[in-house]
């Protein structure tokens, strides 16, 4: 038990060395003397990146605890379609009125982040209660539900104007450099309470893991204990997607890694590895994308790519097992 702590321990405070480091490197790499400036440009991202990494962890750490299955995202209860669909929805109807909204962007992101929360957890309230609390009902609907919305998305934007579609383009790839300073404070403050109960349930989590049986038998109401996880995760992602933009792989390639370096089952030191994981995944490539690709690239393209990949090639160890 002690040489098991000794090893969390080493591993949690080697991956917070490798976060803190990369941090360091991003803020300072090419500053050429103008600190001040560049410090208050990249800092505000590196907010971004910890209030995204941390909430796509804990919600989607959470999610595979519930749904047993360690190849779902959050994203499948088609929280991303929705915000696709919001956007379009907003540039078909205002074009470009849109740009005025920008001094409004606190009540955009409102907007956004009370939309996602209330179908999303209206759809798992009423099939949770409908569906006798069947999980994989739920994952189903979400994932036709998800395809409805792309669908829909998709209509209204070969209705739209091509120079307003061009500028919708933009708007749909997950953008660090976009983030304003309020919505990280009005984020950051939901994300502490979201994250804080995620934390405090930790052990919940564990016995939970051991599947439905076992928690009922170890006293855990399963059905209350999963409809308010399955709210809290819908609110750290649609924090996440209403700040940046839709990050669909980053949480499964964080979780898979997470699993497989540390081997360990302990929510609370899950939680804690898998945040600086995606925080290290998040600088490095924004740091890549900046002084490597030149801009030539986003943030998600890079992130889908790598993510597609490594989902086969986990689906193919998976199946030869």
């Not at 989607?60 to 190849?71: D, K, L, M, N, P």
């Not at 959050?74 to 909204?101: E, H, K, R, W």
């Not at 957890?121 to 009423?126: A, D, G």
């Amino acid at each position: 038990m002690k040489q098991k702590m000794k090893s969390r321990v080493f591993l949690l405070g080697t991956l917070f060395f490798v976060a803190v480091a990369i941090m360091l490197i991003y803020l300072t790499y090419h500053t050429y003397g103008n600190w001040e400036f560049a410090l208050a440009l990249r800092g505000k991202k590196i907010l971004g990146f910890i209030i995204v990494g941390v909430a796509i962890s804990f919600s989607t750490i959470t999610f595979q605890t519930v749904t047993h299955s360690h190849f779902l995202t959050p994203n499948i209860l088609g929280i991303d379609a929705l915000y696709l669909l919001i956007q379009t929805i907003l540039f078909y109807s205002f074009g470009q009125v849109m740009y005025q909204l920008y001094p409004y962007k606190l009540l955009v992101f409102a907007v956004n982040v009370l939309i996602m929360v209330i179908m999303s957890t209206s759809l798992i309230s009423f099939l949770l209660k409908k569906g006798g609390h069947n999980l994989f009902l739920l994952l189903m609907i979400g994932m036709i539900l998800g395809s409805f919305l792309t669908s829909l998305s998709t209509f209204f934007q070969v209705l739209m104007d091509p120079n307003e579609f061009d500028k919708l383009q933009g708007a749909l790839f997950a953008s660090f450099s976009k983030v304003e300073v309020d919505l990280l404070a009005v984020s950051g403050l939901l994300l502490i309470l979201g994250v804080s109960y995620l934390f405090r349930m930790s052990a919940h989590l564990d016995v939970l893991h051991l599947g439905q049986d076992h928690g009922i038998n170890l006293g855990i109401n399963v059905p209350v204990f999963q409809k308010k996880l399955l709210i809290v995760v819908s609110v750290l992602v649609a924090i996440s997607t209403a700040l940046v933009g839709p990050v669909t792989f980053l949480g499964f390639i964080v979780s898979n890694v997470t699993y497989s370096f540390m081997k360990e089952y302990q929510h609370k030191y899950l939680f804690i590895g898998s945040s600086l994981i995606s925080l290290i995944l998040l600088v490095g490539g924004q740091f890549m994308v900046e002084h490597v690709f030149h801009w030539n690239t986003t943030i998600s393209v890079m992130i889908e790519f790598v993510g597609g990949i490594y989902f086969i090639w986990k689906t193919y160890q998976k199946g030869s097992q």
